[in-house]
């Protein structure tokens, strides 16, 4: 974390450089951005935007892990359903964000349950591609021993399935955050009244390069810390099984 902290003030160094420079207000300086953090602060914006926003991640992230990890496990353990639902992957993979949130919105009006459908009829396909290349490969092996030596249902789950599930969830976890963060902005920005993506549109309109980074900064550093503290230690549990096989 040391490097990293490092990388990111070495950026910091970079942009305050840079603005100082250019001294133009479309590329405001570290200072300015930290100033308009304070004023969102001191307004009553900034925090109830990024609650909001948060709140439509988490709710996303959890449906769109829970469907898309369901139906990719099923897929990858069961030939026939993989037959029967990979088209309708295809279709959803190729079809861009932007059509499914304007379609919905357009079907179902400018509300809360459209913006979220929204962000997890976009994910769940690229979660269920990836559990389902980790049930493709369940050992057999390893599920006859269990059958051998009486495993009930909930220790298969527990010592036998989710530790060669595991490292794929992991990838789903942190491709499907990194997606879920850009579609809610999105979804925000074009039928929402709060959020990080309304505020961010607002700025917009009024060329304010200073808010459009404040919030911007803001929600990066809560990625940020979320990163950190709970995917890459999660991350490095998920690869345990690759260190012991190299010892």
Request: charged share 15%.
């Amino acid at each position: 974390m040391a490097d990293q902290l490092l990388a990111i003030a070495a950026l910091m160094v970079v942009w305050w450089v840079i603005s100082f420079i250019v001294s133009n207000p479309l590329l405001p300086s570290p200072v300015d951005v930290l100033s308009s953090i304070n004023t969102e602060l001191n307004e009553n914006r900034l925090i109830s935007n990024v609650l909001a926003t948060l709140q439509r991640v988490a709710i996303s992230f959890t449906f769109a892990m829970l469907l898309g990890g369901t139906l990719g496990i099923l897929m990858g353990a069961v030939p026939r359903i993989n037959r029967f639902f990979d088209p309708f992957l295809i279709i959803l993979l190729n079809i861009p964000a932007l059509v499914i949130i304007i379609l919905l919105y357009i079907w179902f009006g400018l509300v809360e349950v459209a913006a979220v459908a929204a962000v997890i009829i976009n994910k769940l396909p690229n979660v269920a591609v990836t559990i389902r290349e980790g049930g493709r490969l369940f050992d057999s092996k390893l599920n006859e021993m269990a059958n051998l030596y009486k495993f009930s249902f909930s220790q298969k789950i527990a010592h036998l399935w989710w530790p060669q599930i595991f490292p794929y969830f992991m990838v789903a976890t942190r491709g499907g955050l990194a997606l879920i963060w850009k579609i809610v902005l999105v979804v925000e920005l074009l039928g929402r009244s709060d959020g990080v993506g309304f505020q961010l549109h607002l700025a917009f309109q009024m060329f304010d390069v200073s808010t459009i980074l404040a919030y911007s900064l803001v929600f990066i550093s809560i990625v940020q810390v979320i990163e950190w503290c709970i995917l890459q230690p999660l991350d490095h549990k998920a690869q345990r099984w690759q260190r012991v096989q190299r010892v």
